[in-house]
Nanobody, 125 residues
Framework: QVQLLESGGGLGQAGDSLRLSCTAS????????MGWFRQIPGKERDFVAA???????TYADSVRGRFTISRDNPKNTVHLQLNSLKPEDTAVYYC???????????????????WGQGTQVAVSS
């Protein structure tokens, strides 16, 4: 049984930092492309960041330079470090995993087979 469990969401002010974590069970994260997406009610689920099986990372333009995705393979965990938070970062953040996504497909939510339940991030000004 595959489960992705996010943690670390919460409330912050503009300029604060948060670290989100995604711990997997039932799959080995190092064998999967791992992605983070975020969604605001009434809007589409948007790509945030992804990390390949070999460790290469991809970021949305809106977060590049502020957010960092990383792997902790011994703990079967993927992290998203959110720095210099802005109010527009407010969203539900989802962890996702896929075994086959590559290239531009890693930025599309439909490419991912497994999803976590989401964790809320709220940023005030």
């Amino acid at each position: 049984q595959v489960q992705l469990l996010e943690s670390g969401g919460g409330l912050g002010q503009a300029g604060d930092s948060l670290r989100l974590s995604c711990t997997a069970s039932g799959l080995t994260c190092s064998w999967y492309v791992m992605g983070w997406f975020r969604q605001i009610p009434g809007k589409e689920r948007d790509f945030v960041a992804a990390i390949s099986q070999s460790g290469g990372s991809t970021y949305a333009d809106s977060v590049r330079g502020r957010f960092t995705i990383s792997r902790d393979n011994p703990k079967n965990t993927v992290h998203l470090q959110l720095n210099s938070l802005k109010p527009e970062d407010t969203a539900v953040y989802y962890c996702a995993a896929d075994s086959d996504a590559y290239g531009l497909a890693v930025m599309r939510h439909v490419s991912y087979h497994y999803w976590g339940q989401g964790t809320q991030v709220a940023v005030s000004s």
